[in-house]
């Protein structure tokens, strides 16, 4: 099976900053990775699909960009609403998908 | 509207089976996988396994291998998940999401939850 880390595991912003999240597979997946965000209590929500695709309807904020083993999600300037846990996914193996653990991003 | 509505939520017994329903509107429900994925409380996203609603084909993760069962009924655009055997480290939020095949492979379309508490 194809594992995910992410690093950090969690991490401490304010509004405004530049926020960088790197996901790593133990194999390579080409750019077969995706981005979720995940609020309390909340279903995830696709946020980046191929690495660097966004998905409809986020704000171009977010970005992705990786190929490979190494992949990172950028928020340009964190807003309030982007307090959440994120996590990547490799569909590199799909059907049979991984997820990383996922990184929490919390107010400074 | 292009949703996934799921069951409430249920509390079982261990041993016992649990049978969770997620009802695909908005689209054709045939037209894309559903795949099936749980999260423990305050844990990560596990990957369960996957249905195709149009053939009934299935495949699960090995953790769940005779466990499980993926069935759907594409008269009522539902898929259903049924674990059984419960034990207590199978509570938690069980989603339902729809994937898509191009231009990659992601699930762009999720289920609210159902939590299932196991608890004798």
């Known amino acids: 099976d194809i594992q995910m880390t992410q690093s950090p595991s969690s991490l401490s912003a304010s509004v405004g900053d530049r926020v960088t999240i790197t996901c790593r597979a133990s194999q390579s997946i080409s750019s077969y990775l995706n981005w979720y965000q995940q609020k309390p209590g909340k279903a995830p929500k696709l946020l980046i699909y191929a690495a660097s695709s966004l998905q409809s309807g986020v704000p171009s904020r977010f970005s ?6 190494d992949f990172t999600l950028t928020i340009s300037s964190l807003q309030p609403e982007d307090f959440a846990t994120y996590y990547c996914q490799q569909s590199y193996s799909t059907p049979r998908v991984t997820f990383g653990p996922g990184t929490k991003v919390d107010i400074k | 509207q292009v949703q996934l509505v799921q069951s409430g939520a249920e509390v079982k017994k261990p041993g016992a089976s649990v049978k969770v329903s997620c009802k695909a509107s908005g689209y054709t429900f045939t037209s894309y996988d559903i795949n099936w994925v ?4 305050g844990q990560g996203l596990e990957w369960m396994g996957w249905m195709n609603p149009n053939s009934g084909n299935t495949g699960y993760a090995q953790k769940f291998q005779g466990r499980v069962t993926m069935t759907r009924n594409t008269s009522i655009s539902t898929a259903y998940m049924e674990l059984s055997s419960l034990r207590s480290e199978d509570t938690a939020v069980y989603y339902c999401a729809r994937r898509r095949s191009t231009p990659s ?16």
């Open chain 1, 64 to 69: 992705g960009s990786g190929s490979g083993t």
């Open chain 2, 38 to 41: 749980r999260q423990a409380t």
């Open chain 2, 105 to 120: 492979w992601y699930f762009d379309l999720w289920g609210r939850g159902t939590l299932v508490t196991v608890s004798s």
